[in-house]
């Protein structure tokens, strides 16, 4: 199997390699593969603090497999708007890079938990040292965005900074490849978040990858006063004071420049000239 492979190759350079993992079937099937490969590899999951209602899956996972998982908090948190929708970009500190976690945001039901969106951008952030060198991620080339649509993936392996890089193992497979395998080798997935069929349910209330939110006072697209449903009162918009980030990011982000290294980068005969 060429996913098999690939986690074999970037495990060949690893110091201390781990697994991205959101509790969602791609990445599911993705830890799956490489527990196979190397049974103690650690986990990062970023988890968001509060709808803990969301996270009953991953915890049941943690506990049956003994799994090692970390979690921390991002370096910034930017509103991100795209096809009449808000989602939320959380840019984490991986080694001596840089992963933005992409989060699916769902309009609020005053009956069901929901998030209040300046309270999400409000909480706490920092830049975390850790030495995670190779990380492996289970976006596959079929994927498509919310906010821009398809995002295909042309590379299996991205460099996001100095000794540290991202592993495609799933490249080449799409849904139907997931669902199939996660049946065939009877794998615990999220059965509150999916159908027998490996198909996400329509409501998403226990889908840990959208969160039901209000972002009416930091919403660009409302007026400059709007009503705060959680005090229940008018408020001001404040959307010019928060962080933005334009949402397409080529070929899902894997065209990331690194300034501090492009003479890292060119050829030795003309890092000679130049010297």
């Not at 500190?93 to 989060?103: A, P």
């Not at 996001?160 to 490849?177: F, M, S, V």
Request: glycine share 4%; with cysteine.
């Amino acid at each position: 199997m060429r996913s098999i492979s690939i986690i074999k190759k970037a495990l060949l350079k690893a110091r201390r390699p781990a697994v991205l993992w959101s509790g969602g079937k791609d990445s599911t099937v993705l830890l799956d593969l490489c527990l196979k490969v190397y049974p103690n590899i650690e986990v990062i999951h970023f988890k968001l603090p509060f709808l803990s209602h969301k996270y009953k899956h991953h915890h049941e996972v943690q506990e049956q497999l003994k799994l090692t998982v970390h979690d921390w908090v991002p370096a910034s948190i930017a509103l991100t708007h795209g096809k009449d929708r808000i989602d939320v970009c959380e840019t984490y500190s991986v080694g001596t890079g840089q992963i933005k976690v992409m989060r699916g945001t769902e309009v609020m039901d005053p009956a069901k938990p929901w998030v209040c969106g300046k309270e999400w951008l409000y909480r706490p952030k920092a830049h975390v040292a850790n030495d995670f060198d190779v990380l492996f991620c289970g976006h596959k080339n079929s994927d498509e965005d919310p906010l821009t649509g398809p995002i295909p993936l042309m590379i299996d392996m991205k460099v996001i900074g100095h000794g540290t890089e991202i592993w495609y193992p799933l490249r080449e497979w799409n849904d139907e490849d997931v669902a199939a395998y996660i049946t065939s080798n009877n794998i615990k997935y999220d059965k509150y978040r999916y159908n027998a069929d490996v198909v996400s349910k329509p409501d998403k209330h226990m889908n840990s990858d959208y969160v039901h939110a209000c972002f009416r006072c930091i919403d660009r697209r409302e007026s400059a006063f709007v009503h705060c449903p959680k005090l229940q009162i008018d408020v001001e918009n404040l959307h010019e004071h928060v962080l933005h980030e334009h949402p397409v990011l080529p070929y899902c982000n894997v065209r990331t420049e690194l300034p501090d290294m492009r003479g890292m980068l060119q050829p030795q005969s003309q890092l000679a000239n130049s010297a």
